[in-house]
């Protein structure tokens, strides 16, 4: 986790919000200090036995980034901690009460020192230490009333809110400053590249673009200007995905932990390595510039005919192995089509509207046909056409593919979550346990 951005609590709060919840913690602050330790084991992923145990435990736990959200929580308890302390230190005027959050406030503040000699931001974080040592002071000194600084509340008040704006500042700098500038001259490059060779249109499908990451271009910035960047997170990416775009090419398949594909995917297979992908656009080694695919295959294509398999593994070991799976498409079940090679282009298929979760297709089939859209296949994934709905179903290890019959009409892809009414219920029962437990409390307490 880059505390620096994803957990921006600012530095003032975190020794306050430690003092609140470790000192003489009430019922109610022990939940919250329970909480804030689970999210702490969460987001120190790989670190901890906690992480790799609901990484074992939890489906899709690492691959969708929980860990980087869930620290979120950390918000919220150090905040309410902080309250806790505040308000003790306005009722109290105990020596143990200073010098208790004294001790944890240099347990953070050499932590803190620690991470800085290891951040790029050690401008930013000494600024943050230096106004935050100065608040504890007058914390500290305004416990004895000898100092007559309890009086002067007002001047503590103005180096806390000088500490906030501090903070305010810091987080625009760094929103500010997100796109390197480097890597922002080569986004508006690449941007500029697609729009002049006309592959940048709102309806058309994000043409796909497949660079090395990191120095190049921001592995997210697909999603920004509209293109799809096939190698982006590998918690965007699906098993299927990641193992095909590695064995493919006979690639040791890394680890899903792992941020990136493969670098041998871009400096031992060629501009464009891949046959099944639709790459439009690649990157030349040789003369370091873009070049546009002059014959790239196809995005969405028909067949009338398949061949069975028994599962994924199978499917990619038969195209590695040069089968032609255009002409006879990869199933994993069992299809009322013809099971011999056929020819591939049993009518038309054209995408007439791609969206986030909906994809239309304008479909002309003179018989019924395997339609295969070369996007990456999930439960959930439907087809409807002439009122009809029908499940989608992977094809070519990681496409989704779909049975069609004959005629002319339109076609939609769409999403519906396999798991929402499974959630919907698990919300009911606990929305009707909260309210038995509080409906119990009030008869309690009425009789």
């Known amino acids: 986790v880059n505390w620096n951005q994803y957990f921006h609590v600012g530095f003032m709060i975190v020794p306050l919000g430690l003092a609140g919840l470790l000192y003489r913690p009430n019922k109610d602050m022990r939940g919250f200090l329970v909480l804030g330790i689970v999210a702490l084991c969460m987001a120190f992923g790989h670190q901890t036995w906690f992480f790799d145990a609901l990484n074992a435990l939890v489906p899709g736990y690492a691959l969708f980034r929980f860990p980087v959200r869930i620290a979120i929580w950390l918000v919220p308890v150090f905040i309410l901690g902080t309250g806790t302390f505040l308000y003790r230190y306005q009722q109290k005027s105990q020596l143990v009460l200073s010098f208790i959050p004294l001790c944890i406030f240099l347990s953070s503040l050499a932590i803190f020192c620690l991470c800085a000699f290891k951040s790029n931001h050690l401008s930013e974080i000494a600024l943050e230490l230096s106004i935050l040592g100065i608040i504890w002071i007058f914390l500290v000194i305004g416990h004895f009333e000898k100092w007559n600084l309890i009086k002067k509340k007002w001047l503590l008040y103005i180096v806390m809110g000088g500490l906030i704006l501090t903070n305010i500042v810091n987080i625009f700098v760094m929103k500010s400053s997100y796109r390197p500038a480097v890597q922002g001259i ?6 500029s590249y697609l729009e002049k060779n006309s592959l940048l249109n709102d309806n058309n499908p994000p043409p796909r673009v497949l660079l090395p990451v990191g120095r190049t271009i921001r592995v997210n910035s697909g999603m920004v200007y509209g293109f799809s960047f096939v190698n982006a997170f590998a918690g965007l990416h699906l098993t299927r995905v990641w193992n095909f775009v590695h064995g493919i090419l006979n690639i040791d398949v890394p680890k899903m932990s792992v941020v990136n594909f493969s670098s041998e995917i871009f400096y031992k297979h060629g501009t464009f390595p891949y ?9 030349n080694k ?6 546009v695919r002059s014959n790239p295959d196809p995005r969405i294509y028909l067949s009338d005919s398949y061949t069975r398999t028994k599962g994924w593994q199978e499917s990619l070991a038969l195209m590695r192995q040069g089968h032609a799976f255009r002409d006879s498409p990869l199933v994993e079940k069992q299809l009322q089509l013809n099971s011999q090679a056929g020819d591939m282009g049993a009518g038309i298929a054209e995408i007439t509207h791609f969206g986030i979760n909906e994809i239309r297709v304008r479909v002309d089939v003179e018989r019924e046909s395997l339609l295969v859209l070369a996007e990456a296949w999930y439960p959930g994934w439907m087809i409807k056409f002439k009122n009809q709905e029908r499940e989608s179903f992977p094809v070519n290890v990681w496409m989704r593919g779909a049975l069609v019959p004959a005629g002319q009409y339109e076609l939609t892809f769409f999403y519906r979550s396999t798991y929402m009414f499974l959630g919907a219920c698990l919300s009911a029962i606990a929305i009707f346990l909260l309210c038995s437990v509080w409906f119990y409390k009030v008869r309690s307490r009425l009789g």
Do not use: I
Request: hydrophobic share 50%; net charge negative; aromatic share 0%.
């Open 186 to 191: 080569k986004e508006d490059l690449l941007v």
């Open 275 to 283: 046959e099944s992908m639709n790459l439009l656009v690649g990157l």
């Open 286 to 291: 040789a003369a370091n510039k873009l070049e």
